[in-house]
C-alpha cells in the first residue's frame, strides 16, 4: 500500500536549462543527477519540504521520455508513492484492478526500485509505485 508521495517526475527536454529553471523557481539547488538506465533517461533530483521533483532528459531516442515529449511535450509525466514492499504493493493493486505496466520491480533512479501503474488504470495519469532498495 502507498504510504506517501515520494516524487513528482518532470519531463524536460534540456537538462542543464530545466535545472536552472527549478533552482530558480524553488529556490533550492539540486541534490543528485544521475542515469537511470533501464528507462533511459538522465534524472536532476530537487527536495523541497519532504517531497522530491524528479527532472527527466532522454538520454536515447527510444526512451519512454522521449515517447512521451514527442506525443504530449514538456511537462509533468508521473506522480510517485512511496511504498514499504513493492512487491506486496504490485499484487494488491493487481488484484484491485489496476493495470501493471511492470509485474515485477525494477532498478530507477535514487536507489530505488520501481513499477508503474498503466496510465489507463489510474485516470490518465502514470502512477509509479517505489521503494528503497
Known amino acids: 500500500m502507498p504510504k506517501k508521495l515520494e516524487h513528482i517526475g518532470i519531463a524536460v527536454k534540456d537538462l542543464a536549462a530545466s535545472e536552472a529553471l527549478f533552482t530558480q523557481l524553488l529556490g ?3 541534490y543528485k543527477r544521475e542515469e537511470a538506465e533501464s528507462e ?4 536532476t533530483f530537487f527536495l523541497l519540504g519532504d517531497v522530491k521533483f524528479e527532472l527527466l532528459a532522454a538520454t536515447n531516442p527510444e526512451s519512454p521520455i522521449a515517447k512521451f515529449i514527442e506525443k504530449k511535450g514538456e511537462g509533468i509525466h508521473h506522480i510517485a ?10 499484487e494488491e493493486k493487481s488484484a484491485q484492478g489496476f493495470q501493471l505496466i511492470n509485474t515485477s520491480p525494477k532498478d530507477g533512479a535514487d536507489n530505488k526500485q520501481i513499477a508503474f501503474l498503466h496510465p489507463k488504470s489510474t485516470n490518465s495519469v502514470l502512477v509509479e509505485l517505489c521503494q528503497d532498495k
Request: charged share 5%; hydrophobic share 45%.
Open 28 to 30: 533550492v539547488a539540486p
Open 40 to 43: 533511459g533517461v538522465m534524472t
Open 81 to 90: 508513492f512511496d511504498t514499504t514492499n513493492i512487491v506486496t504493493t504490485l
